[in-house]
């Protein structure tokens, strides 16, 4: 399911600079990168209903898999990378699974949107900096959390594309 | 220039959390952040190499800018918010200037990344917290300074998209 340009591979993921240390010179704060993710989330959830239902899972372009389908496996990321800032446990999900409708695909979106509502804020600071197994690798914490985010952008702007060739304004970029 | 998807609106940007204090629970820090920014900045670079020489500034898709239109606005905000790490300044750049040509690109674009690795982890830490004037309103200097990742994202990704049109395979996404 997943193609070449979205699935992470390991060693070759953004290495943390040797000074790292959040203390020491902090960017930003944990509800910060929440809320960041968040906005993320439900410009995401737009560009979703923004497609007519019956073409979300189904108008292709550049031989890509349809934005029903990338927007799948966005939320099976996010849904992994959610319960990993709660448990610090990342498991792979079948990624042949997932929602099939419109309906039922933001129904799962809202419900991973509540659950990082709920924990987000809470992450234990130490996930940041500690090396994390996922199934794509090994990682700190910073660069796992913030893939999902990238990964996020990058394929809803895939999206972007699609609702304008089926002549759809996509919701603003900017607005989350 | 600019298209509705592109252009930053002021007030609807992403908040920052009520309890936003990047020292009390700190996510990342600025060397993190510029080793993750550098990392999109090389991937961007790549994709922008592996357009054809005469299809980087003419082919369009779904009606939407050629993809050298949309990397040269890339690296107008990117140089724009790298002085600003720097400086504390926004001075918004003329968007109808730029370079014309995938060499010129990619020399600016370099330049930019210099810049940015010599400055970048030096950047004050209360820049990220402070509100900040850019050309499309006031927001916190962490709200700005990711604002400039994810656009390279959101418009790199659909430079993605018109490669696949042309039939070129992409970078991988996942190798910074």
Redesign the interface.
Known sequence: MLE??????GS?????????????????????????WQ??RDLTRRVIEAFPDDQLFTFS????RPFGAQATEIHLVDAMTVTALRTGGWTEPDWTAGPGTKVDLLAVWDAVSAELAEHG?HTD?AF?NQMHALP?GEM?G??A???AV??E??????G???L??LGI????????
Chains 1, 2 share one sequence.
């Not at 993921?13 to 960041?36: G, K, N, Q, R, W």
């Not at 952008?153 to 895939?158: D, E, G, P, S």
């Open positions: 070449t340009d979205s699935t992470p591979g070759t993921m953004t290495a943390p600079a040797a000074e790292s240390a959040a203390a020491l010179s902090p960017a930003l704060s944990i509800p910060d990168f929440i809320a960041h906005g993320h372009l550049g031989g890509m804020p600071p940041f794509w700190p910073w660069v959390a913030i893939y990238d990964n952008i990058h394929h809803r702007a895939q972007y594309v699609s304008r060739a304004e996509p919701p603003a970029f900017h607005e989350r």
